[in-house]
């Protein structure tokens, strides 16, 4: 894909994920996805993704930096959500969070192979407390 393609295809991602339309993935993401070196799979993946809109149903995910190198992405995003379930061991508070998430991704056949993600959990629980 060429560049401009490359950043219509993430935008196109992060809007499913967004939408929280997660049974759409597999657009987007290969059935043998890993994530941060380890091999996950496509269920797993959105598995984890629910579990997020589960404990925070408005969660949205705003991208504020993308790097594209060839069949790389590097994103940062700004997490945003209102804890209403269960998160970490941490039952619902209704508090707003809002954290950075750093993640490069690679791209095997136009959709994700590879994810390396951080996301900063800790200032999350920090603002749940």
Do not use: K
């Amino acid at each position: 894909m060429r560049r401009t393609e490359t950043e219509a295809f993430y935008r196109h991602y992060l809007a499913t994920c967004n939408a929280h339309a997660f049974d759409r993935l597999n657009s987007f993401v290969v059935e043998d996805v890993e994530v941060n070196d380890a091999p996950q799979g496509l269920a797993t993946y959105v598995a984890g993704l629910r579990g997020v809109v589960q404990a925070f149903p408005d969660y949205h995910w705003h991208l504020t930096d993308l790097i594209i190198d060839a069949d790389r992405l590097a994103a940062r995003l700004i997490d945003t959500g209102t804890h209403q379930s269960d998160f970490l061991g941490v039952p619902p508070t209704g508090r707003a969070v809002r954290i950075q998430e750093f993640a490069v991704y690679h791209l095997r056949e136009g959709r994700i192979a590879q994810v390396w993600v951080t996301a900063d959990n800790m200032t999350l629980l920090d603002q749940l407390r």
